[in-house]
Every structure is written in C-alpha cells, then in structure tokens.
C-alpha cells in the first residue's frame, strides 16, 4: 500500500470513530430513521451537482445504495438507538470483515495469501477478544441490529467493486439521494412527532446531523470508496478494524469528563488485549505483497 494511502487509511478510520460518537449524540434526541434521514438529506442537497446518469451502472449503483446506505445506516443508528455502550455497536460491525472477506473471494475470485490471512484472523481474533468484555452482553438488540448493518454494507462491497469509472462523489450523491428517500418513507411510516422533534432539537442534536454528515460521508466514506475501488475487498475491509479502537478511546473520553449525556463506557484488560492484537492484525494487512497479483477478476 503507498504511502499516500496509508494517510488515507488513518484519516478514514479517524473520520469513522468521529462519527460514531457524534451518531450516538444525534439518536438521543432523533428517532434513528428521522436522524439517518437527515443526515442523507444534507448530503444529498450538498452533492446535487454530482447527480448524474452513468449509463449500463445505474443499477449497481441502486443497490449499492440500498445496502449500503438505507439499510446499512438504518440498522447502525438501531442500534446505536438501542445500545447504552457505544463500545458493543463498534465491535460488533467488524463481524462485516470475515462476511465480506468470503464474498469477495467467491464472487470476485480475489487472491487471499497467507500474510493477509494471518492478518485478517489476528485481526478478528481482536474483536473476538473485545466482544468477550461483559458490556456487549448487556446489549443484545444494539448486537442484533450492528450485525444486520455489518452484513448489508459487506454485500454492497461486491457490487462496489463491479463499477467501473464512477467518481467518489458520483456515488455518494445517488447513495444520499435514495438513501434519504427511502429511509424518509420508513420513518414517516413508523415514527411519529416529526415537526415537534424537529423544532425542539437541541443545537447539540444538530450539530450531530451536521458532522455526521460532513465528517462520516465527505472524509470517511469518500476514503472508503476510493480505497475500495484501488485494493482488493479483502485487504480493505480489515483495516477498518481500527475504528472500535478509536470509537471507544473517544466514548471513554466523553464518559470521563462527563461531556454529553448518554456515554456510560469503562475500560478493562480485555479491551487493551483486544485493542492491541487488533492493530497489529491490520499492521500485518498493510504490508505489500511484492510480486504478487491480488487484482480482482471480474
């Protein structure tokens, strides 16, 4: 991987660990569905110029956009919703790697060699070792609903990676646009006191809205997306590992000092166990291959 790109890789999982924090501050006030629905509308408003047609590819780009957007987002901010450790949401949708690891290696043929292997299992090994900490029991319907978000943008990956010359910002406007779309008709059929909610938002609420958007999708996702589409699936995906890592190093901040309402999180040797193997898994992703074709065949 170049240089360049580690950076990238740095700032995206940054971006990711950001967001979730701020996502967790948005929920306590939003309803999931009208929050994510917001979110997608800021986005969708702000990318309007780069609403264009891509013949032969429009069809990838609607599932990726259900997928990877309505439902993906949908599930996370659930579960944030209904999680009280932002710690269990995290570690929970690394499950997306070994699921998106195996579908990019049937239906996109990648090469998985054995240093990447041995990266991915002490990688996942990590997570393993997190979820054993007792908090992520506690909260079984914020696992249920991370693990449906981590399965929905792992298959979207497969589609992702069939596009062809699609710039980052050409997909992230149609992803906000239907995403906005579909998650507006889910939350107006099933959540109530839109107007009320709205208006008596707190500036904090909105500023959440507001970073989620710009912060998650214009640096993260759009580094995601172009990482995405220059490495294999399976290469990517593990580095992502390092968001948990990031996102509970922040919720412990935030419960220390007592800055938002809401964080209830605590630090143990399972966390530090886990968090280590966990950067050293994605260390061992990082190295390159030399010599060795990994591009995808499709």
């Known amino acids: 991987m170049r240089t360049k790109d580690v950076f990238l890789v740095l700032i995206m999982n940054l971006a990711f660990g950001a967001s979730i924090i701020s996502a967790k501050i948005g929920v306590i006030e939003f309803p999931a569905f009208l929050f994510t629905t917001l979110r997608f509308l800021i986005v969708a408003i702000v990318l309007i110029p780069f609403l264009k047609i891509h013949k032969g590819q429009m069809i990838n780009i609607l599932i990726i956009s259900i997928l990877g957007g309505g439902l993906h987002f949908g599930f996370f901010y659930l579960a944030l919703d209904n999680s009280n450790y932002v710690s269990s949401v995290a570690i929970v949708l690394q499950l997306g790697i070994p699921i998106s690891t195996i579908l990019s290696a049937i239906f996109l043929k990648e090469i998985i060699r054995w240093r990447r292997i041995l990266g991915i299992i002490l990688s ?51 992803l906000a646009l239907i995403s906005a779309l579909m998650l507006g008709i889910v939350s107006l059929t099933i959540e109530t006191n839109h107007y009320e909610v709205i208006i008596n938002a707190s500036y904090l609420a909105w500023g959440a809205v507001i970073f989620t958007s710009l912060i998650a999708t214009g640096i993260g996702h759009a580094t995601f997306y172009y990482l995405i589409t220059n490495y294999d699936v399976s290469k990517i995906t593990p580095l992502t590992l390092i968001v948990p890592i990031f996102a509970i190093i922040n919720s412990l901040i935030v419960t220390h000092f007592d800055l938002f309402d809401g964080f209830n999180e605590s630090i143990s040797i399972k966390i530090i166990i886990g968090a280590a193997m966990t950067l050293l898994g994605v260390g061992i992703v990082m190295i390159r291959e030399k010599n060795i074709d990994v591009s995808p065949r499709l």
């Not at 506690?138 to 929905?152: E, H, I, K, N, Q």
């Open 124 to 174: 996942f090994a990590g997570v393993i070792t997190l979820m054993f900490e007792p908090t992520i029991f506690s909260d079984l319907d914020g696992v249920y609903f991370a693990l449906l978000a981590a399965t929905a943008i792992s298959i979207s990956m497969i589609f992702m990676k069939k596009l062809d010359g699609i710039k980052v910002f050409d997909l992230q406007a149609w």
